[in-house]
C-alpha cells in the first residue's frame, strides 16, 4: 500500500500538484486551493496543532501519515513533513489509500 501511496505523491509533483512547507500549504489553505493537507507523524506538536486548527477553519481534508523521511522521499526532497494536493482527483485517490492503510 505505501508503494501506491508514494507513487501518488510523486504523480502529483510532477503534474504540479503537490505543494510543500507550511507557509505554501496554509497560504493554499486561505486561497482555498488545498484539498488534501497531509502531514507527517513526527512534526513538531506546534505545527501540527497550528495547521489542523488551520484545517478546520478554512474545512479542509488532512490525514497523518507517515514520517517526514518517508514522505520526503516519496516526493523527491529532503526534510519536509507538511504537504498539499491541490487536485481534486488526485486528493481522493491519496486520502483513500491513506485510509485503506491506516485500516490494515
Known sequence: ??????????????????????????????????????????????TMKKLVNAANEWKVVYRIYSTCDQLSQACGTTGRGVFGITDQNFANVILKEIDENQSI
Open 1 to 46: 500500500m505505501k508503494k501506491k501511496i508514494d507513487s501518488y505523491l510523486g504523480f502529483a509533483k510532477r503534474s504540479r500538484n503537490l505543494i510543500m512547507g507550511y507557509n505554501t500549504c496554509l497560504l493554499a489553505m486561505s486561497k482555498k486551493k488545498l484539498k488534501l493537507l497531509i502531514l507527517a507523524n513526527d512534526v513538531s506538536e506546534n
